[in-house]
């Protein structure tokens, strides 16, 4: 069982930057897709980042309208794992979350209902 809990959500200005933190809890993530998604109001549940696990390569991959300005990373200890928003927008308001996953194919990296933990989620509030 793997227990993630998210920290670092909060109410930024537009272009200003905050960095979540998705830790697990007593273990490591090494082997693990480690991912991050986001869920506005009325909305389903996006695909935001992911770092593929070690047998996929370890490549970052992101939602298209997202690159340049948010970067998914992971410590030494691989129990943390990390995305840094920069140029925040009013649309990136959202809630997010992390999720992982040992067993996900490549093709499914992108798909929220491939992983199996959760975060319980951390809001996000971009202001104009």
């Known amino acids: 069982q793997v227990q993630l809990v998210e920290s670092g959500g909060g109410l930024v200005q537009a272009g200003g930057s905050l960095r979540l933190s998705c830790t697990a809890s007593g273990r490591t993530l090494r082997g693990f897709a480690m991912a991050w998604f986001r869920q506005s109001p009325g909305k389903e549940r996006e695909f935001v980042a992911v770092?593929?696990?070690?047998?996929?390569?370890?490549?970052?991959y992101y939602e298209d309208s997202l690159k340049g300005r948010f970067t998914v990373s992971t410590d030494n200890t691989k129990s943390t794992f990390f995305l840094q928003m920069n140029d925040l927008k009013a649309d990136d308001t959202a809630v997010y979350y992390c999720a992982c996953d040992s067993r996900i194919i490549l093709s499914s990296l992108r798909l929220p209902d491939e992983y199996d933990y959760w975060g319980p989620g951390t809001q996000v509030t971009v202001s104009s």
């Open positions: 770092i593929a696990p070690p047998r996929h390569g370890s490549r970052t």
